[in-house]
Structures are given as C-alpha cells and as structure tokens.
C-alpha cells in the first residue's frame, strides 16, 4: 500500500514538472493553473524545509556543555 502511495505522489511530482516547462512555453490555461498548483507547493516545502532545519540546529545547539 505504501508503494502504491508513493508511486502516485511521484506521478504527480512529475506531471507539475512537465505542467510547469509545458507552461513557461505557452500552454493552455489548465496547464498554467497546474504549474502555478506546483510551483506554489515547491515554495511552501522550501519554507518547511527551512524552519524544520532552524529548528532542528537550536535543538542540537545546546548551550555549550
């Protein structure tokens, strides 16, 4: 089961990506909406990835013992 998730998150990683370059070439509106989706998402897990590290080096940072 947990492949069978994992196969259909990394076809719709996959599907933005193509939205996204099928976009930035001229596309239909559904495509650019797709893209927009996509490149939304990106932004927003960049942003997690960020505050989750912040967070993780003032856990481990200690206070020099």
């Known amino acids: 089961m947990g ?3 994992l196969a259909g998150l990394l076809v719709l990683v996959v599907g933005g990506c193509v939205c ?3 976009a930035s ?3 239909p509106r ?3 909406g797709v ?3 996509t490149l939304v998402m990106g932004e927003l897990l960049r942003a997690s990835m960020k505050s989750n ?3 993780s080096v003032n856990q481990t940072g200690g206070d020099g013992d």
Request: proline share 0%; net charge positive; no cysteine.
């Open 25 to 27: 070439r001229g596309g």
């Open 35 to 37: 893209a927009s989706v």
């Open 20 to 22: 996204v370059v099928w």
């Open 53 to 55: 590290r912040r967070r």
């Open 30 to 32: 559904w495509v650019r």
């Open 3 to 5: 492949v069978l998730v």
